[in-house]
């Protein structure tokens, strides 16, 4: 069941639904799911269906409610919002929540801190939901820790990457214990991917001499702080290491000077102004390589997007919709695929693990109540879409982020490469993974 937040649900068996956030709500989930099969999917997605009495019983209500916020017109808020219908439709197909038929209320957070504070308020004293999830950009998770805290209402993160969440967690625990992140890894844990890489592709690849590139935002500067110190250990030449601010349009000066430098590649931690970035690259016909974190080009139909700009660039991301990283990888990104035209970004992966982390909390706890979920979330081990799901300690440095490291989630590395007419994302790394090897932009 999904709704809007005003009132106006859309009921999965049904297919009603409002028109406030997109065409997507119009689509019936619970019958589409039926007519498509992917009831049978969902069976390899959630685990263990078992209930705890029908009808809410033992604590848990007849109706369980989840808010979602995430920015409706960008496709990393579109991946987080669809696929918390999808798994709901997945769930109440499979018999719910401890019996319980799971509702979602979703709200358009417009990638704004304020609208997004506005919007958690009304979920939380609006719609009385029992957990939320979503939040796309640093500065709109920051923006309502206090409000989580307040509320007592457990969120699971699946979007921002700011290490400064799992601080409130360490200094104030009794007061911010309600925050968890089920992805993707906190930032220093992505500066830590983007050395391994280094470490393990550079000479490979070619690139001896490097300069880094990162906007200017809140979640890129432990990346960034990262790069200055430990780059240089990979065994590479570092050029630069540059902060682009917010809203630069023309990168074609920043391009000058990384060429009079003589550089093979472009390292780069980019979400925000990313796009604008690769496709002067690639217009310009730059003769270094461009790649590390790029948030834009993890979108499956990136490559289409801008007319084949995006070849030979590569991203670090949660997981492809090809990448067989569990066994639940591949039927979540088809079964998003098939009810919504396309695949999801890494932003989906997190949210799917996140619904069925809130669906095993709940019956194991038999209870919707804050600190039980809490209790339940902190000792679970979840095998995800996007590797296994575990929550660090209260005593460790990020208490309830998402454990980084190859047993747990770590994320893959694809690079765009040309496939008949069109382009694919080919795993690069890490080795367990990889379906080719990375090779150079078709002008260098």
Known sequence: MVNDGKGTGSNAETGKASDDMSNDENVGR???????????????????????????????????????????????????????????????????????????????????????????QELTTGQNVHATTGIFGSENLLSIMGNIAEAGTPHLTAGAATPEAPRRVKEDYEKFKYWFRTGPVNSNFLAE????????????????????IAEDFKWTEPVTQRMQSDLASTGVEVSSVKRVAEGTEDFTPI?????????????????????????????????????????????????????????????????????????????????????????????GYSVQDAMYMLKNAIEGAESVNGDDIVSELEGMSYTGTAGTVEFYGQDAEFPHDVKYGEEFTRGVYFQWQQQNDSGTQQVIWPDKYATSEYTSPPWV
């Open 30 to 120: 619970r019958s589409f799911l039926k007519a498509t099969g992917v009831s049978a999917t969902a069976a390899a997605l959630a685990g263990c269906t078992d209930t705890i009495g029908g009808g809410g019983g033992g604590g848990v209500p007849e109706t369980i409610k989840v808010g979602v916020l995430g920015p409706a017109d960008s496709p990393m808020g579109s991946s987080i919002l669809n696929t918390a219908k999808l798994a709901a439709g997945q769930i109440n197909d499979a018999g719910g929540i401890a019996g319980s038929d799971v509702e979602v209320f979703t709200k358009d957070t417009k990638d704004d801190p304020a609208t997004t504070r506005s919007a958690y």
């Open 193 to 212: 991917s983007l050395i391994q890489f280094a470490n393990d592709r550079f000479e490979s690849m070619g690139w001896e001499k490097v300069a880094f």
């Open 255 to 347: 391009y000058d000077e990384l060429e009079g430098n003589d550089v093979d590649g472009a390292f780069t931690a980019l979400a925000h102004i990313g796009t604008t970035s690769l496709v002067q690259w690639a217009k310009q016909q730059r003769s270094f390589g461009y790649g590390g974190i790029h948030v834009p080009t993890q979108l499956p139909s990136f490559y289409k997007a801008t007319k084949g700009a995006a070849i030979s660039t590569f991203s670090q991301t949660t997981a492809t919709p090809q990448s067989e990283i569990t066994e639940k990888t591949v039927p979540y990104a088809n079964a998003y695929q098939e009810e919504f035209g396309g695949y999801p970004v890494y932003t």
